[in-house]
């Protein structure tokens, strides 16, 4: 039995729908804060699903939907960097108290293993790109170092405990049914209004951006491949466009001319990395590619908004 926290999100929906189409007995764990039901409608009525509503800080409901669990995939958090500067007690309650409170069930529970979703943005404004697994961790936002202390927590529960851990650390992942991110951002801004849109930042801001089923692979690749106790990977396209890129390829395929407004300075908000590329020779090493180009992931992800926004 595999139990997906976060599971009703954007990553966690699409694992979800992917474990149970291969006839995997899953249940979902989330508290819907975020989360939509409707993102699993592939997997509701399907006898190897099971949903339940809680929140990962409550250690009582945790432990019990752990029973007969052995596999976690952790995908339940706050994501926001930009939130987590401005409430940074919520992004800590979520994101490490509710990280220990799963690490306890699972050991409580004789869990065999956790698939952490960690970030790119752990190694905070990295000197070297594309950026390997071994450079220092040195967050600059709070949602990145909540990541930091969980990855520190996963390891440590795998050498204390014997849980295996696997941690990917993600590049910026999109495509349905995702409402937040750049792509998310300049689409209903585009819609509001065709004739101008509002960049953050100096649009100089470059990332590297992966689709979702890519992810998906990922993650089911890196737990199922790797053979190490605790073990981390980096997940990336292995290339890197700035902010215009993303914003002159979604307006062709909108068919829109809109006039860019920069809102000025180099990141688009505070804790924003501005360079960021991942380097993936690791978990290509696992076997894993990358199948989904940017611009046919921003084609298919457009389409998607097109059709249900
Ligand atoms: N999307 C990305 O580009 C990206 C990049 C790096 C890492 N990640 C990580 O991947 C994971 C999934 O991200 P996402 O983009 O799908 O985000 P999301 O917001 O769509 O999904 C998070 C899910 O967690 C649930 N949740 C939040 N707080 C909860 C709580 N206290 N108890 C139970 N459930 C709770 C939400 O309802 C939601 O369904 C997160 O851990 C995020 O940090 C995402």
């Not at 939907?65 to 958090?77: F, I, P, Q, S």
């Not at 990541?147 to 990917?168: C, M, N, P, R």
């Not at 001319?257 to 993936?280: A, C, I, N, Q, S």
């Amino acid at each position: 039995m595999i139990l997906i926290t976060g599971g009703a999100g954007f990553i966690g929906s699409n694992l979800t729908n992917f474990f149970i189409s291969k006839g995997s007995d899953v249940t979902v764990f989330d508290n819907l804060s975020s989360g939509r039901m409707e993102n699993l409608n592939a997997s509701i009525g399907r006898k190897n699903f099971k949903f339940i509503k809680g929140d990962i800080r409550d250690s009582e409901t945790v432990d019990s939907a752990m029973k007969g669990v052995e596999e976690v995939y952790h995908l339940a958090a706050d994501p926001s960097v930009k939130d987590s500067a401005t409430n940074p007690g919520v992004s800590f309650s979520i994101n490490v108290s509710g990280t220990f409170s799963v690490l306890e069930a699972a050991r409580k529970n004789d869990v065999k293993k956790v698939v952490f979703t960690s970030t790119s943005t752990v190694y905070g404004e990295a000197e070297v790109l594309p950026t390997p697994e071994n450079y220092p961790l040195i967050p600059i936002s709070n949602y990145a170092a909540s990541k930091v202390a969980d990855e520190a927590y996963i390891s440590s529960y795998a050498s204390t405990y014997g849980i295996k851990g696997v941690v990917l650390r993600l590049a910026n992942i999109f495509g349905s049914p995702s409402t937040h991110g750049v792509m998310f951002d300049f689409y209903k801004k585009l819609k509001t209004n065709p004739k101008k849109l509002e960049i953050l930042g100096n649009g100089k801001q470059c990332k590297s951006y992966l689709y979702i089923s890519d992810c998906v692979d990922a993650l089911f690749l890196a737990s199922r491949k790797q053979k190490n106790i605790f073990d981390f990977f980096n997940v990336g396209s292995g290339q890197m466009e700035n902010v215009n890129y993303i914003a002159n390829t979604m307006c062709s395929f909108l068919k829109v001319k809109p006039k860019f407004e920069y809102t000025g300075g180099t990141r688009g908000w505070k804790g924003d990395v501005v360079k960021m590329l991942l380097d993936t020779k690791k978990i290509e090493k696992l076997g894993w590619r990358k199948k989904v180009s940017l611009k046919d992931g921003i084609r298919k992800y457009v389409e998607w908004l097109e059709a249900t926004q």
